[in-house]
């Protein structure tokens, strides 16, 4: 079957989805390789082949998630969304036409990542038994996944700040699991890891990815756009709710902070002034703190299973890297 | 791993997807069962879960079909951004956030029934080869279903009236495929068919699927709406490009017929007058003709095929029903 069978759209729409894959900082891949090659294993290329799975799944969730927010770029880029429209565009559409290609790209193009994600495992090469444990892995992280999402889109329209467990919640459930976890866990399963193995790398995933992402939320609010590559005044523009919003909401300073946060309108000099209330109340601190006691959890994991030697070392400073980033 | 343990809107989401699952004319599964008991398969229970599959696949197609038409009504009842637009009211989000909720459900329910529809297929107690062969049918399933669609959403969007061979072709794409050829060859390759009887099953599916659709066109204009269940304005109002639009589009009767097709204020009398030209420039006989013609052909595939004798009849009786139907 080629894409080009069936028109120009389509085969457009299959490169725009390639695009969309390409970039970004491969944890998961990185995560099941050192998860299989810890326990032993040496068949790259079937690593590589639920490495992919995992990707395609990302994919998946991204083109997904910008069609809920309606964005149509990611990474400064036009992502599949904005390419169809622009498209459409190119095609005559009108304005409203050109945004239901958009719409109806990004939908189909995530079903396909979505459908190929779930076919990598499905064909794979395997024993039956550790195929069905891949597939429940899978399934496991697309099941939470979805109800992160939900949760999360559910929280950020409602206003109010949500206290620091929902925040932390949603971030395990969104992402930690299927970023992180999901990759550990398929990776060791994959090597023939024992189950007690796996479950103790599921539960340092879960962690160290919650850190990971307090490092995000962090750096998409007080780290270097020309490093990160992204804006520093988009999250507080949007209102995002994350770990320093939480914190602010509990401290004197919140009534001034609430006032200005979530304003689409907001300036670059309103989100300095921004940026500093929340330093000054305590916010950036303890959202750092938050990052490194998950870590430190996460390490205790690792220290508690009875893991292979150098396995236990590449994870233990990629815990610590996950919150030192600047990027 | 339980829904409501992500919390009630979670539990809220499965209940969603679980009610628009129901309902409908069951094609499929009896698809998949006629052509696995049709070459000797007895297995109830593991047809059911291939049955299941397509089925799934369905529900998902179907919601992320509504999401992109933006439609929140199905068989007259909320469909799940319908029914979730209707919760966030209840919960005290304004319009604007309800819609969000809405949207957010129907990506999220068809992403979860898309996944399952690939896991019931991916576990199935079978052969590897057996099983492989079934993931290949519903891959392709996939493949082209979306294909269809994003055609069907090009040419809806592009205003000139599109050629028959154009809707065919979104026919076969967007709904035969999925629909009619890969549950029928599915239960053939689950009982064990010959590859060349799996192959004449496949090309009897795409054609009688095709004629199914051009039948359903035709109710959906001169049906009665107390038998299908359905308005006999609304494909009118809005403007769905059919066969017996692409047959009007080459009468002298079109330019009054472009007139007011499409037309989102169409009243019904207008839309009696609208369905008389139909019928009175030869659309209607054409269209007709034009799924008996599919059905001629389908049975031609049947009785050129070396088919279970039984197997034939049921199939040669489905192919007829399906253009005489009413509803």
Redesign the interface.
């Known amino acids: 079957?080629r894409?080009g069978d069936?028109?120009a759209?389509?085969a457009a729409?299959w490169e725009s989805l390639e695009q969309q894959s390409a970039g970004g900082k491969r944890v998961r891949p990185r995560l099941v390789w050192s998860a299989y090659r810890g326990f032993g294993g040496a068949d790259r290329a079937l690593a590589t082949r639920v490495a992919l799975s995992f990707e395609l799944l990302h994919t998946?969730f991204l083109i997904?998630d910008d069609?809920?927010d309606r964005d149509t770029v990611r990474r400064g880029a036009p992502n599949v969304a904005g390419r169809f429209a622009e498209r459409?565009l190119a095609h005559g559409?009108d304005e409203r036409?050109s945004a239901?290609?958009g719409?109806?790209?990004a939908?189909?193009a995530?079903?396909?990542a979505?459908?190929r994600a779930?076919?990598e495992?499905?064909?794979l090469p395997v024993e039956a038994a550790c195929?069905?444990a891949l597939?429940d892995i899978l399934?496991?992280a697309?099941?939470?996944s979805?109800?992160?999402?939900?949760?999360d889109?559910?929280h950020s329209?409602r206003g109010a700040a949500p206290g620091i467990e929902v925040v932390l919640a949603t971030l395990e459930?969104k992402t930690a699991v299927y970023s992180f976890e999901a990759p550990l866990a398929a990776g060791a399963t994959l090597a023939g890891a024992d189950p007690e193995s796996v479950a103790a790398l599921s539960r340092f995933g879960r962690l160290v990815g919650v850190a990971f992402q307090i490092t995000d939320d962090v750096l998409g609010v007080f780290g270097d756009p020309a490093v990160t590559g992204k804006s520093a005044s988009a999250d507080l523009r949007e209102g995002k709710q994350t770990a320093l919003i939480a914190h602010a909401a509990t401290t004197d300073a919140w009534p001034s902070i609430a006032a200005r946060f979530g304003d689409p309108t907001l300036d670059d000099d309103a989100a300095t002034t921004l940026r500093e209330a929340l330093r000054d109340c305590g916010a950036l601190d303890a959202a750092t703190q938050l990052a490194q006691e998950h870590v430190t959890l996460a390490r205790f994991e690792l220290d508690a299973a009875d893991l292979p030697h150098e396995l236990r070392g590449e994870l233990g400073d990629f815990a610590q890297r996950a919150m030192e980033r600047v990027r």
């Not at 979805?146 to 949760?151: M, P, Q, T, V």
């Open positions: 079957m894409a069936y028109g759209h389509y729409l998946a997904h069609l809920i459409a559409a036409a239901v290609w719409e109806t790209a939908v189909l995530g079903d396909l979505l459908s779930h076919r495992i499905a064909v195929r069905e597939l399934d496991r697309v099941f939470i979805a109800a992160g999402e939900l949760a889109v559910v329209l459930h």
